[in-house]
């Protein structure tokens, strides 16, 4: 069964870090592109980056670009979100699937940024 799995969020400061993991299992995660998105409260599940499959192009929006970095460790079967200068306006639940989502969703794991 074809399945992913978002870890690593938590409750932090504005302007720090956190790095979410996106594992996957059932299936090879570096013959797929990788997507981010998120879900603030009350609103749409909206994409925030990608990664193309051979790991050479990127696309962030401009919300995060600068601030959100994606990759992914082919070993592991893992990709991972990493997040710094964090702001209140990214409190919301992250999820990982392909841009052009083809997986079932997972839980997300939930970041709040706040004092």
């Known amino acids: 069964q074809s399945k992913l799995e978002e870890s690593g969020g938590g409750l932090v400061q504005p302007g720090g870090s956190l790095t979410l993991s996106c594992e996957a299992s059932?299936?090879?995660?570096?013959?797929?592109?990788i997507g981010w998105f998120r879900q603030a409260p009350g609103k749409k599940r909206e994409g925030v980056g990608c990664l193309s499959t051979n790991g050479a192009m990127t696309y962030y929006e401009d919300s995060v670009k600068g601030r959100f970095t994606i990759s992914r460790d082919s070993g592991k079967n893992t990709a991972y979100l990493q997040m710094n200068d964090l702001k209140p306006e990214d409190t919301a639940v992250y999820y990982c699937?392909?841009?052009?989502?083809?997986?079932?969703w997972g839980q997300g794991t939930q970041v709040t940024v706040s004092t």
């Open positions: 699937n392909t841009p052009t989502p083809i997986w079932d």
């Open positions: 059932g299936f090879t995660l570096e013959y797929y592109a």
